[in-house]
């Protein structure tokens, strides 16, 4: 087990606890509504949603679960106080903190750095990272994808300028791909898995040793402060759901493929590249290297400032509890 994976399973096992105990002498109340952001790839909140956990939790809240494409669309809606709860990977909550929005880091599953990757066609001329010198690369702008690309121009020995990003939201960058309008693509699971299924493109390189391609759960500022034992409950049942499908793989693969979807196949396959996804505060490992996310596009002058990401990284030990 790597030392951010038990870090990770040792905190999820405290705020397990800490909710447990806490919720046996807190006199809070569950919010009233609970409008919870996530994608396809957000499995530990599918198997949730299949499964109505929370609407048997927080019986009294009105549950309310709305689908995004991306990261940057999610927590546009957290920000202006249409979701209280949601996933993204480790770009967007960097691009939405410096753009000033008002949320919190509540929870981090650990590094998935081969969910993600850098594509070119099968008859692609391209063979290295440095061949992307100059060329198209369609990617969602603020995604986790982002962040990989700027890793892998770095590691390539090339400047931020050398490249032609376009930015596109997945679907229209896949077709974008497809069609040859642009040279390469980066790219996250699930829509990673189903193109290499579909295309069987080369892959130039995917974040081991670039990028771990974290997953945070934020929150709204008011969750944060006036339902703190309720965003403990919320972690302990996202990592009582990941122990559900590591228990019972296949069924977890047909449940998502059932509500997604995708094929069974493709969701066969993103699985196989993510970990034991226990859900937990955030450690001080983590927050380092979420600031190593932020502190690369404050470099490359792609944020309109640089940011603190321990600034908005709520911990269960604060005052609010």
């Known amino acids: 087990?790597?030392?951010?994976?038990?870090?990770?399973?040792?905190?999820?096992l405290g705020a397990a606890a800490a909710s447990l105990a806490g919720a046996a002498r807190a006199n809070e109340p569950v919010p009233a509504q609970l409008r919870i952001g996530f994608q396809k790839a957000a499995v530990n909140l599918v198997v949730l949603k299949q499964q109505a956990a929370l609407e048997k939790r927080f019986a009294a809240s009105s549950v309310k679960w709305i689908e995004f494409p991306a990261g940057p669309q999610l927590l546009e809606a957290l920000a202006v106080g249409s979701l209280e709860f949601g996933l993204t990977g480790d770009t967007p909550p960097v691009f939405a903190q410096a753009a000033g929005k008002d949320l919190r880091y509540v929870g981090a599953e650990p590094p998935k750095p081969l969910s993600s990757a850098i594509l070119v066609r099968p008859d692609a001329p391209l063979k290295t990272l440095a061949d992307l010198k100059g060329r198209k690369v369609a990617l969602q702008k603020g995604s986790s994808a982002h962040y990989l690309l700027v890793r892998a121009v770095?590691?390539?020995?090339?400047?931020?300028?050398?490249?032609?990003?376009?930015?596109?939201?997945?679907?229209?960058?896949?077709?974008?791909?497809?069609?040859?309008?642009?040279?390469?693509?980066?790219?996250?699971?699930?829509?990673?898995a189903a193109v290499e299924l579909d295309l069987t493109p080369r892959v130039l390189a995917n974040g081991r040793d670039l990028s771990s391609n974290n997953s945070f759960y934020l929150a709204s500022r008011a969750?944060?402060?006036?339902?703190?034992?309720?965003?403990?409950?919320?972690?302990?049942?996202?990592?009582?759901?990941?122990?559900?499908?590591?228990?019972?793989?296949?069924?977890?693969?047909?449940?998502?493929?059932d509500f997604s979807g995708l094929s069974l196949a493709t969701v066969?396959?993103?699985?196989?590249?993510?970990?034991?996804?226990?859900?937990?505060?955030?450690?001080?490992?983590?927050?380092?290297?979420?600031?190593?996310?932020?502190d690369a596009f404050a470099r490359l002058g792609l944020i309109p400032q640089a940011v603190r990401v321990a600034d908005i990284a709520w911990s269960p030990t604060s005052t609010s509890l």
């Open 268 to 294: 066969h396959l993103f699985i196989s590249r993510r970990p034991v996804s226990p859900t937990a505060p955030l450690t001080p490992s983590i927050v380092a290297d979420q600031q190593r996310v932020a």
């Open 154 to 192: 770095d590691r390539a020995g090339l400047h931020w300028t050398d490249l032609q990003p376009v930015y596109l939201a997945p679907s229209d960058a896949r077709a974008a791909f497809e069609r040859g309008s642009v040279d390469a693509w980066a790219i996250w699971d699930p829509y990673y």
């Open 223 to 257: 969750l944060t402060e006036q339902h703190p034992h309720t965003v403990l409950a919320l972690l302990a049942e996202l990592t009582r759901a990941d122990a559900w499908v590591q228990a019972n793989r296949q069924e977890a693969a047909q449940l998502i493929a």
């Open 1 to 12: 087990m790597s030392a951010t994976r038990r870090e990770l399973l040792q905190a999820a």
